[in-house]
């Protein structure tokens, strides 16, 4: 199940580039027809068409010529690599993405998902160089590497692959916020409900310890506390039944429940990660979860360390045997950018 969406959601004249492209793309032509369109709706589809067709990795930009009175133009695709070594990778791709899936492949809607989720976490490294395949599947599929584009585009490729409604989102810089680069992320459709799934945030969060959800499954009131406005309008995303830390019962609202669940990790010598929506997370709150956690490590002869991704209000508590240098620190899923 390919989704599509930005193809639904174009004029008809974009609509016939954008199949000219896709059909000349995926021949691997050297030029091709296209209807007469300017250069900016042109850029337009070509990037939309990569979106909704991650498995495109090869076309990396283009040239056209328009003669006079003519009603089309002719494209000539530029290609990451020479036909013979694209066919190799399409071949590469397309047996990873399908051994990839075939574990998850009985498992629910949720669960794949968080499969998907857990791959980017724990097989891809954020990649700063910025090389050109970063930016495409090829980066985490074939490199192990990649920027937010081509962490996107992974997720909707294994989703597609795996039946899950999923469209690659985009948002502009702001450059007066300074954020340089656009960014990208998901937007998943499960058990019939739209979601915001931001995995290069929730791996930039897990490199140096375990797996997180900060980011898995967010509706627009919560992702846009730190991801700008979209470009392209997309579906409303207006629950949080599937929020990771609400499914999961790690969505807390009393400092009662903190207390009692920070005593349990510092027993057992585990992180604990939570969500808090027992109001507003501002300094005062945290002071008190603070309070919790060293009440907790005090029963056990432990200290905190803790951290607190703001924005999302969610925090990480663990135990050492000695007084940590920096009892709370601040965390931020910033590296996100292309």
Same mark, same amino acid.
């Given at each position: 199940?390919?989704?599509?969406?930005?193809?639904?959601?174009?004029?008809?004249?974009?609509?016939?580039?954008?199949?000219?492209?896709?059909?000349?793309?995926?021949?691997?032509?050297?030029?091709?027809?296209?209807?007469?369109?300017?250069?900016?709706?042109?850029?337009?589809?070509?990037?939309?068409?990569?979106?909704?067709?991650?498995?495109?990795?090869?076309?990396?930009?283009?040239?056209?010529?328009?003669?006079?009175?003519?009603?089309?133009?002719?494209?000539?695709?530029?290609?990451?690599?020479?036909?013979?070594?694209?066919?190799?990778?399409?071949?590469?791709?397309?047996?990873?993405?399908?051994?990839?899936?075939?574990?998850?492949?009985?498992?629910?809607?949720?669960?794949?998902?968080?499969?998907?989720?857990?791959?980017?976490?724990?097989?891809?490294?954020?990649?700063?160089?910025?090389?050109?395949?970063? &930016? *495409?599947?090829?980066?985490?599929?074939?490199?192990?590497?990649?920027?937010?584009? !081509?962490?996107?585009?992974? =997720? $909707?490729? #294994?989703?597609?692959?795996?039946?899950?409604?999923?469209?690659?989102?985009?948002?502009?810089?702001?450059?007066?916020?300074?954020?340089?680069?656009?960014?990208?992320?998901?937007?998943?459709?499960?058990?019939?409900?739209?979601?915001?799934?931001?995995?290069?945030?929730?791996?930039?969060?897990?490199?140096?310890?375990?797996?997180?959800?900060?980011?898995?499954?967010?509706?627009?009131?919560?992702?846009?506390?730190? &991801? *700008?406005?979209?470009?392209?309008?997309?579906?409303?995303?207006?629950?949080?039944? !599937?929020?990771?830390?609400? =499914? $999961?019962? #790690?969505?807390?609202?009393?400092?009662?429940?903190?207390?009692?669940?920070?005593?349990?990790?510092?027993?057992?010598?585990?992180?604990?990660?939570?969500?808090?929506?027992?109001?507003?997370?501002?300094?005062?709150?945290?002071?008190?979860?603070?309070?919790?956690?060293?009440?907790?490590?005090?029963?056990?002869?432990?200290?905190?360390?803790?951290?607190?991704?703001?924005?999302?209000?969610?925090?990480?508590?663990?135990?050492?045997?000695?007084?940590?240098?920096?009892?709370?620190?601040?965390?931020?899923?910033?590296?996100?950018?292309?």
């Amino acid at each position: 199940m390919a989704v599509a969406y930005y193809y639904d959601h174009m004029t008809k004249p974009k609509q016939a580039a954008y199949r000219s492209m896709l059909a000349g793309l995926t021949e691997l032509s050297d030029s091709f027809q296209l209807p007469l369109l300017d250069a900016k709706e042109l850029s337009e589809v070509f990037l939309l068409l990569r979106l909704d067709h991650p498995k495109l990795f090869w076309a990396s930009g283009f040239h056209f010529l328009h003669y006079q009175d003519s009603p089309n133009l002719i494209m000539k695709p530029e290609y990451l690599f020479d036909k013979g070594k694209v066919r190799e990778h399409q071949k590469a791709m397309a047996s990873r993405v399908e051994k990839l899936a075939r574990p998850a492949r009985t498992l629910s809607e949720w669960e794949k998902e968080k499969y998907i989720h857990d791959f980017i976490c724990e097989n891809v490294r954020y990649d700063k160089l910025k090389k050109s395949y970063s &930016h *495409e599947i090829l980066g985490p599929l074939g490199q192990g590497v990649g920027v937010c584009e !081509g962490i996107a585009k992974t =997720v $909707k490729i #294994l989703c597609d692959q795996l039946g899950i409604w999923c469209i690659v989102v985009i948002s502009e810089a702001n450059p007066e916020k300074n954020i340089k680069y656009r960014h990208a992320w998901n937007i998943v459709k499960i058990g019939g409900a739209y979601y915001h799934l931001d995995a290069t945030f929730d791996n930039t969060l897990s490199h140096m310890g375990p797996v997180r959800y900060d980011y898995f499954n967010l509706d627009d009131g919560k992702v846009f506390r730190d &991801h *700008e406005p979209v470009i392209w309008k997309v579906p409303a995303c207006t629950t949080s039944d !599937g929020f990771y830390y609400r =499914v $999961k019962k #790690l969505s807390f609202t009393k400092i009662e429940e903190v207390e009692k669940r920070a005593l349990q990790a510092a027993k057992k010598g585990k992180e604990l990660i939570f969500h808090w929506r027992g109001g507003a997370l501002n300094r005062e709150t945290a002071a008190q979860m603070l309070k919790a956690f060293k009440k907790a490590g005090e029963k056990k002869g432990k200290y905190p360390r803790a951290a607190i991704n703001w924005p999302q209000a969610v925090l990480l508590v663990e135990y050492l045997s000695e007084l940590p240098a920096e009892e709370l620190v601040t965390e931020e899923a910033n590296e996100g950018e292309q």
